[in-house]
């Protein structure tokens, strides 16, 4: 049984106990891959950030996160038994630095005062690539990337190489609030394939998993070959 580990959601990243930094990320793709895996019989693992969304299914085991720190608590403890990583959380960039003199930003509030105020940021870690450069072998990591559609490919192609992903899922900027999803499956050698046009969220979870599915037979057939070339 294939297991499958995917991440959906936002990260939330406070300021303070009452103010945080986020994105519009729904998760509702990842809920859809998660209940649609699950339907095939694959074992489901769902990371999911703060979200109102939650799986149909109720053989997903899904464990919530809020902010990129405890997504990559989650990760860690939890990619090394997967079989395919999906990753489609919208994980924050940059994260807010505490000011040195406040131990714990969620037990205080920043006052207004006049004028004007910055917020210090750092770079979060970048999540997938980290977990890519332990994976084992035989393992199968998806990353996605939202680009602007004039550079969409190459900007996707070398999203994929650095980051060492098997397929990457590019889907230009408009995909952000749209009812449907247009995408490109990019693997090292170039584009596998490209949707019909914009399609459900629902139809894109059988694509995608139906992508998926045939490349991890195509690696375990060229696993056999180069097996049996050894002998
Ligand atoms: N990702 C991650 N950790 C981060 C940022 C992104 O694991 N700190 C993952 C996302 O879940 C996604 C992939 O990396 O699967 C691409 O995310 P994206 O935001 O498009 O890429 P960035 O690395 O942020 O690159 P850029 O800002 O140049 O677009």
Do not use: N
């Given at each position: 049984m294939t297991r499958l580990l995917i991440t959906a959601g936002p990260t939330h990243e406070p300021i303070d106990a009452v103010r945080y930094l986020g994105n519009r990320s729904s998760g509702r793709l990842g809920v859809k891959l998660a209940d649609e895996a699950s339907?095939?019989?694959?074992?489901?693992?769902?990371?999911?950030?703060?979200?109102p969304m939650a799986c149909e299914s109720t053989q997903v085991a899904t464990h919530r996160f809020r902010t990129t720190a405890d997504l990559q608590g989650l990760l860690s403890e939890?990619?090394?038994?997967?079989?395919?990583?999906?990753?489609?959380?919208?994980v924050a960039d940059?994260?807010?630095i505490p000011p040195a003199d406040v131990e714990d930003v969620e037990r205080v509030k920043i006052r207004?005062?006049?004028?004007?105020?910055?917020?210090?940021?750092?770079?979060?870690?970048?999540?997938?690539?980290?977990?890519a450069s332990k994976r084992r072998p035989g393992q199968l990591f998806v990353g996605f990337a939202l680009e602007p559609a004039a550079t969409l490919l190459d900007s996707g192609k070398a999203k994929l190489v650095r980051k060492g992903?098997?397929?990457?899922v590019a889907n230009p900027l408009d995909t952000m609030d749209a009812a449907g999803i247009h995408?490109?499956?990019?693997?090292p050698a170039g584009v596998?394939?490209?949707?019909?046009?914009?399609?459900?969220?629902?139809?894109?979870?059988?694509?995608?998993?139906?992508?998926?599915?045939?490349?991890?037979?195509?690696n375990a057939q060229a696993g056999r070959e180069a097996a049996s070339t050894d002998r």
């Open positions: 339907r095939r019989g694959w074992d489901v693992t769902l990371l999911l950030g703060p979200t939890h990619a090394p038994q997967c079989d395919v990583l999906v990753m489609a959380a919208a940059y994260r807010p207004r005062t006049p004028g004007r105020m910055t917020l210090d940021l750092e770079a979060t870690p970048d999540l997938l690539a980290e977990a992903l098997d397929l990457l995408a490109w499956l990019l693997a596998i394939d490209e949707t019909p046009g914009s399609i459900s969220k629902a139809a894109f979870a059988s694509w995608l998993l139906d992508h998926i599915a045939a490349k991890r037979s195509d």
